[in-house]
Nanobody, 116 residues
Framework: EVQLVESGGGLVQPGGSLRLSCAAF????????MGWFRQAPGKEREFVGG????????YYADSVKGRFDISRDNAKNMVYLQMNNLKPEETAVYYC?????????WGQGTQVTVSS
């Protein structure tokens, strides 16, 4: 069974940093591209960034370029989202995502709150 489990969310002040983690189970992680999305209250889920299966290619939404960094450790079946210089409007539930063939899988999400 495919399972994605996020962790690392919490409360952070504006301008602060947070690192999210996503643990993957039940599939060949090292062969799969991975991604992060977020959903703020009352808004649609939006793409944050993604990483290729090897980790050699990363891509980001324009709103987070230069501040967020996605990485992965295929030996540990983990993908990470390092978020720097966070803004209050980035308060959201952050989700780990994995496309697999015609299917797509989501984690349960982790809450990130940016507030003073």
């Amino acid at each position: 069974e495919v399972q994605l489990v996020e962790s690392g969310g919490g409360l952070v002040q504006p301008g602060g940093s947070l690192r999210l983690s996503c643990a993957a189970f039940g599939f060949t992680f090292s062969s799969s591209a991975m991604g992060w999305f977020r959903q703020a209250p009352g808004k649609e889920r939006e793409f944050v960034g993604g990483i290729s299966w090897s980790g050699s290619i990363t891509y980001y939404a324009d709103s987070v370029k230069g501040r967020f960094d996605i990485s992965r450790d295929n030996a540990k079946n983990m993908v990470y989202l390092q978020m720097n210089n966070l803004k209050p409007e980035e308060t959201a539930v952050y989700y780990c995502y994995m496309p697999l063939g015609v299917n797509e899988y989501w984690g349960q999400g982790t809450q990130v709150t940016v507030s003073s």
